[in-house]
């Protein structure tokens, strides 16, 4: 591995032997894609990643969902997720070749959709073999969910019993056939077989609370003690393995919660969707999301799936990703900030405004193409204050 292709390395964020240290131990894992040779790290001591989701669903197609993974890596996601439920394989293969980002799936889609109640365990493993092969860089594995854990949320009665799609699909397939999990019963199988493909395990969590009424509740818990388990497995195989995490948390209970899951995963590589905290956010789900991640984040969260305004009642249009990502960042941002002492950009950015270099303002903010947006221009001072701007005022009182 030619460690100078990490970006953390290279800006002295992380040193070569804490890194290969991180990595051997299985708290650092690697991310790669055939087109590029830059190598993403997710883990500890790392800068917080983003994902961003794109698929087929209904009413979208290959061409607007292609238009909005180059909008979500423009604005700044590290990797991009195939969530289609139709047309597989021709729509896996033309993300892999169209973007030089990690891409990661989620194969029980397609084993279900295409089988249903007749999905097979050997076919669930050929489609994961199948995507493998594709060259998807994670794959999203749901294998902490139970037959037992399922009978459970029905006498438990949980507010929304389930809100994972993959773990929809898995409790459904269950509740029909009678039968276990066949990604908790070959999770050994899987993880060799993820091992030989070079690819990173992505355990699901297929209960994650989707409100805040059920947040910190048994089924999520006992989840996620059954995905420390597999932790270890993988680890033992020496399969790349990272952990998802809970849904939605109040904000009082993200610390706790990603504390908890830490300790259970051993350190794991952590990636949270938000968490959200709070249920009312219709329409600006990302602005909650990036609170909650920026809190997850800061307590050890090392890569935020994003949420856009649309989560909640929408496929996201391409203003909707364009939002996501950037809310995103900014909270990763914030989290490195504080776990990384990551302030480089910020002190720029400072001594920008106390200049009024616009130039150097617009290339320091997280949204490169804002200034060519806005139509904005060079001016001193800005159109905020005008002729009583406060930097330019004091100016010649405080020269440098």
Not at 5 to 28: D, P, Q
Not at 97 to 118: H, L, N, W
Not at 230 to 254: C, D, M, Q, S, T
Not at 354 to 370: A, Q, S, V, Y
């Amino acid at each position: 591995m030619n460690l100078e292709k990490i970006k953390e390395i290279r800006e002295g964020i992380i040193t070569k032997e804490k890194f290969e240290k991180c990595v051997r131990e299985g708290r650092i894992v690697v991310l790669k894609n055939l087109n590029n040779e830059e190598i993403l790290g997710l883990g500890e001591g790392m800068l917080t990643k983003i994902n961003a989701n794109i698929g087929i669903g209904e009413g979208s197609d290959i061409k607007e969902e292609l238009h909005k993974g180059k909008i979500a890596v423009k604005y700044g996601a590290d990797t991009l997720m195939d969530l289609s439920i139709s047309n597989f394989d021709d729509v896996r293969r033309k993300f892999l070749k169209s973007f030089d980002v990690p891409i990661g799936t989620v194969p029980i889609y397609q084993a279900y959709i295409e089988r249903k109640k007749d999905m097979t365990s050997d076919y669930v493993l050929n489609i994961i073999e199948k995507n493998l092969k594709d060259g998807v860089s994670f794959a999203t594995i749901h294998a902490g969910i139970t037959k037992s854990i399922v009978g459970d949320i029905k006498k438990f009665k949980r507010a929304i019993p389930v809100t994972s799609r993959g773990g929809a699909l898995l409790a459904a397939w269950m509740l029909m056939n009678d039968s276990e999990n066949p990604l908790y019963e070959n999770f050994e199988y899987i993880a060799e077989m993820f091992k030989k493909y070079d690819a990173c395990i992505s355990l699901g969590d297929a209960l994650r609370p989707a409100c805040i009424a059920d947040a910190s509740d048994y089924a999520q818990f006992a989840e996620l003690i059954n995905l420390g388990k597999f932790v270890k497995i993988a680890r033992k195989i020496k399969a790349k393995v990272i952990v998802e995490g809970p849904g939605h948390i109040p904000l009082n209970e993200i610390e706790s919660n990603v504390k908890m899951a830490k300790k259970i995963c051993d350190n794991a590589p952590l990636y949270t969707l938000g968490p959200l905290p709070t249920d009312i956010a219709l329409g600006y789900d990302h602005i909650a999301a990036a609170i909650g991640s920026a809190v997850g984040a800061m307590h050890g969260v090392d890569f935020i799936c994003y949420v856009t305004p649309e989560e909640h009642y929408s496929l996201p249009d391409e203003e909707g990703v364009k939002s996501g990502v950037i809310a995103s960042k900014i909270a990763a941002h914030i989290a490195d900030i504080c776990k990384l002492n990551y302030v480089k950009e910020d002190n720029e950015m400072a001594l920008a405004r106390r200049n009024l270099n616009w130039d150097k303002i617009f290339e320091c903010g997280i949204d490169k193409n804002l200034k060519k947006s806005k139509n904005l221009k060079n001016k001193k001072p800005c159109t905020m204050c005008g002729d009583y701007c406060a930097l330019k005022i004091t100016e010649r009182y405080f020269e440098k």
